[in-house]
T-cell receptor, first 114, second 115 residues
Framework: DTAVSQTPKYLVTQMGNDKSIKCEQN?????MYWYKQDSKKFLKIMFS???????INETVPNRFSPKSPDKAHLNLHINSLELGDSAVYFC?????????????FGPGTRLLVL | GENVEQHPSTLSVQEGDSAVIKCTYS??????FPWYKQELGKRPQLIID?????GEKKDQRIAVTLNKTAKHFSLHITETQPEDSAVYFC??????????????FGKGTHLIIQP
């Protein structure tokens, strides 16, 4: 009955590798997001995506790319991983396209780059 | 873009007392202000939110106030309990031309309830 799920929960990898994190929501929501939470607990939006448009935070390196096979999924691909990519990555979703919709977060993926 | 400032970064109160966390935002176009609670190792969970056409909202021991003129909103927790201990984040909606919007978060307040 999980609303927003992510896999894997933990990811440990070497610098320079390419990895993916998967996100699925079963709420029937139209919009999905990726957030990064760094070691100081600061939460920052990376992407927002609906079935029509991807909005990218301009501070996100182009090594990060979201991919959505369908409305219920928004996966995050990361190329050439760097030490600074170590963080917790949260997927979230909301009902529609408007700004006043509640966002529901997934459990997070803890990424450690060695 | 939007900037959200949150204070204090750490707040310690005695069990049963009230706690207040304050946030300011920069973008006058923001119209949605949620508060999230994050326990250690867990996901952020919405505890209350307020929209720009409302000045105050209450849900049992939790209340939020919004002053759009001053671009200021606050979280109030009364009769605090040990289970209220967590990190609390305020956020403001980001408006984008494409219609898919995200949230700008404050840096969080670590609330500690002393028994």
């Amino acid at each position: 009955d999980t609303a927003v799920s992510q896999t894997p929960k933990y990811l440990v990898t070497q610098m320079g590798n390419d990895k993916s994190i998967k996100c699925e929501q079963n709420l029937g929501h139209d919009t999905m997001y990726w957030y990064k939470q760094d070691s100081k607990k600061f939460l920052k939006i990376m992407f927002s995506y609906n079935n029509k448009e991807l909005i990218i935070n301009e501070t996100v390196p182009n090594r990060f790319s979201p991919k959505s096979p369908d409305k219920a999924h928004l996966n995050l691909h990361i190329n050439s991983l760097e030490l600074g990519d170590s963080a917790v990555y949260f997927c979230a979703s909301s009902q529609g396209l408007r700004t006043q919709e509640t966002q529901y977060f997934g459990p997070g993926t803890r990424l450690l780059v060695l | 873009g939007e900037n959200v400032e949150q204070h204090p970064s750490t707040l310690s109160v005695q069990e049963g007392d009230s706690a207040v966390i304050k946030c300011t935002y920069s973008d006058s176009a923001s119209n949605y202000f949620p508060w999230y609670k994050q326990e250690l190792g867990k996901r952020p969970q919405l505890i209350i939110d307020i929209r720009s056409n409302v000045g105050e909202k209450k849900d049992q021991r939790i209340a939020v106030t919004l002053n759009k003129t001053a671009k200021h909103f606050s979280l109030h927790i009364t009769e605090t309990q040990p289970e209220d201990s967590a990190v609390y984040f305020c956020a403001a909606s980001i408006r984008s031309g494409g219609g898919a919007d995200g949230l700008t978060f404050g840096k969080g307040t670590h609330l500690i309830i002393q028994p």
